[in-house]
């Protein structure tokens, strides 16, 4: 009699085990199907809702702002996910609100430990909402120089002047010293050339054409000429000159090159 009831009770525990392996596998399906489902409803109302957000910023007055549109539309998506998966969850049975109730305390927690991927947040925000640079722009931020390329909610990425990707936090750009060289309506090309001191007058008059004759040259303000110095029957003269952001990096690179070629077409001897 007693192996016969305890062969009826491991019975009895097998058939348990298979109702609840059962149950639970039926929701864990259900939980997984209504995930996929939301995620996909999600993915649908998000490609949407970007089409449609990307209008209206497109009308606004952020239209040329790359940045704080790709911001907004981040934002959009995320916030979209987030509300699929606290549907999903309400829908197989869990209590939402205790579920929101136990992220805001464990994200009181979590906060301690992740406060600087919060200061990056914060100071992201700081950045679009003040916007020293955007998409595009030649700036200079910790030392590095580059092409703003993006900006998301913790780093900002730029590529530099000589082809290198940079991505630096955003609470080291937002409390560094930012210098936005796209800004600036021109920059001054400062240059300096040593002529024999009787070549001086011809000299001048011959550099200011070829400043003139260079379009991407301003001419307003118009290129200056001095005399710095005069030693050893030489004279040092220091040539100033406007052009465009864009234009900058060129004419520096090749102004002083042809200028001693047009100086030398004239016969004019350089120290």
Same mark, same amino acid.
């Given at each position: ?23 639970? *596998?039926?929701?864990?399906? #259900?939980? =997984?199907?209504?995930?996929? !489902?939301? +995620?996909? @409803?999600? /993915? &649908? ?61 464990? *994200?009181?927690?979590?906060? #301690?430990? =992740?406060?600087?991927?919060? !200061?990056? +947040?914060? @100071?992201? /925000? &700081? ?145």
């Amino acid at each position: 009699m007693m192996t016969l009831s305890l062969l009826l009770s491991k019975i009895i525990q097998v058939e348990q085990l298979k109702s609840f392996i059962l149950e639970k *596998g039926q929701k864990a399906a #259900f939980a =997984l199907a209504v995930f996929v !489902a939301a +995620f996909l @409803a999600s /993915l &649908l109302i998000s490609r949407a809702s970007k089409r449609w957000l990307a209008a209206i910023l497109n009308r606004s007055r952020v239209r040329d702002d790359l940045l704080l549109k790709s911001f907004f539309l981040r934002t959009l998506t995320l916030s979209i996910y987030i509300l699929a998966l606290l549907t999903a969850l309400g829908t197989i049975g869990l209590d939402v609100r205790t579920f929101i109730a136990g992220l805001g305390i464990t *994200g009181l927690i979590i906060g #301690f430990g =992740l406060r600087d991927i919060l !200061a990056n +947040f914060a @100071a992201g /925000l &700081l950045l679009l909402i003040y916007r020293p640079f955007r998409a595009g722009e030649l700036i200079e931020v910790e030392g590095s120089q580059g092409t703003v390329e993006e900006l998301t909610i913790v780093n900002m990425q730029m590529t530099t002047t000589d082809g290198v990707r940079v991505i630096m936090p955003n609470s080291k750009v937002w409390g560094a010293k930012i210098t936005n060289y796209s800004m600036s309506q021109r920059r001054r090309v400062e240059l300096i050339i040593k002529v024999r001191e009787d070549c001086t007058d011809v000299a001048v008059q011959t550099i200011i054409e070829a400043l003139r004759s260079d379009g991407r040259i301003l001419q307003a303000p118009a290129p200056s000429i001095r005399v710095s110095s005069l030693s050893d029957d030489s004279a040092t003269l220091i040539i100033s000159s406007w052009t465009s952001p864009q234009e900058y990096n060129v004419v520096n690179a090749d102004l002083y090159l042809r200028l001693l070629n047009v100086l030398r077409q004239a016969d004019i001897q350089i120290l």
